[in-house]
């Protein structure tokens, strides 16, 4: 059985920085890609960025240049480096598993299968 945990949110100022973890056990951690999601009050979850299990990443557009994903198969973490940041990325962030091992990197979030229970993040202005 998979568990996700993710922990690391918190309240920062507008153009703080934040550093989010999560850990994924059950199944080879390298085998698969893995995601950060995002919900803010009163919106749909949104994708913010995926690694995948051979070290390439894609973000979305709004957090491009600002958000860095990174993994490190050793520990069965993956962290997402926030710098820059804005009220509106004020949101439960999630990370998620890709259902799938050894594929394409993919922004579907149906694609995704093990997700965590999200850990807040408050952007203040």
């Known amino acids: 059985q998979v568990q996700v945990v993710e922990s690391g949110g918190g309240l920062v100022q507008a153009g703080g920085s934040l550093r989010l973890s999560c850990t994924a056990s059950?199944?080879?951690?390298?085998?698969?890609?893995m995601g950060w999601f995002r919900q803010a009050p009163g919106k749909e979850r949104e994708f913010v960025a995926v690694?995948?299990?051979?070290?390439?990443?894609t973000y979305a557009d709004s957090v491009e240049g600002r958000f860095t994903i990174s993994r490190d198969n050793a520990k069965n973490t993956v962290y997402l480096q926030m710098n820059s940041l804005k009220p509106e990325d004020t949101a439960v962030y999630y990370c998620a598993r890709d259902r799938r091992q050894w594929r394409e990197v993919t922004t579907t979030q149906t694609n995704f299968g093990s997700w965590g229970q999200g850990t807040q993040v408050t952007v203040s202005s």
């Open positions: 059950g199944g080879t951690f390298s085998n698969y890609n």
């Open positions: 690694i995948g299990w051979r070290g390439g990443s």
